[in-house]
């Protein structure tokens, strides 16, 4: 059984959100960069597991992920293991996989507060409990940041220079071949006109 916490009001008592995501990662050893990306519900997974041994069937949780409908599937494993520990706290996990900064900290807050009434201290190795699986935010595309597509297509030691200019020949050619079609354009609307302008003449002599 735990320890229910009901005190969600912010208070002095809150760490920042920096000493807030120190503990996650130093807990965990796991690799957070901001508040939002607990939105996964991944670390609140381990947390149980570590607070309550047995409580979470962590094989099942999705450590690296980027997807709202396994963020989703985590929150429901936390849900399960609430209500199989007693915990009376009500997941707002509507809220939290929107990944907004306000609603996880508050979750985070209050989560702080209920590990520590219930941590007994025992060691825990938090990697091995989750066989090595690295516990992150996957960015979008899955690698370690999305800045990578945008320099992977630059083998190393090339400069910057050449591959600037080597796009612009391929616009120069393009504008040509389109002023072509524009003035070729003209040239039939210029038909067009004179054809109406004669055909109103025409009309007028009537």
């Keep these: 059984?735990?320890?229910?916490?009901?005190?969600?009001?912010v208070t002095t008592e809150n760490l920042s959100r920096h000493e807030m995501l120190t503990w996650v990662n130093g807990c965990l050893e796991s690799e957070f960069s901001k508040i939002e990306e607990l939105c996964t519900g991944a670390a609140y997974c381990q947390f149980m597991d570590m607070l309550f041994p047995n409580s979470m069937p962590l094989k099942r949780v999705k450590f690296r992920t980027n997807l709202e409908h396994e963020y989703i599937q985590n929150f429901k494993l936390l849900q399960a293991s609430f209500k199989k520990m007693s915990v009376d706290k009500i997941i707002p996990i509507d809220k939290l996989i929107k990944g907004?900064?306000?609603?996880?900290?508050?979750?985070?807050?209050?989560?702080?507060?209920f590990f520590d009434a219930n941590y007994k201290g025992r060691d825990y190795d938090a990697s091995a409990a989750r066989e090595g699986a690295p516990m992150v935010?996957?960015?979008?595309?899955?690698?370690?940041?999305?800045?990578?597509?945008?320099?992977?297509?630059?083998p190393a030691g090339t400069s910057a220079g050449p591959v600037a200019d080597q796009p612009s020949e391929g616009p120069a050619h393009g504008d040509g071949e389109d002023t072509a079609v524009l003035l070729a354009s003209i040239v039939e609307l210029r038909k067009e006109r004179d054809f109406y302008f004669s055909k109103l003449r025409d009309i007028e002599v009537l």
């Design 1 to 9: 059984m735990a320890v229910n916490v009901y005190s969600t009001n």
């Design 100 to 113: 907004r900064f306000q609603d996880n900290l508050e979750f985070l807050q209050w989560f702080k507060k």
């Design 137 to 154: 935010f996957a960015s979008v595309g899955g690698g370690s940041s999305r800045r990578v597509p945008f320099s992977s297509g630059r």
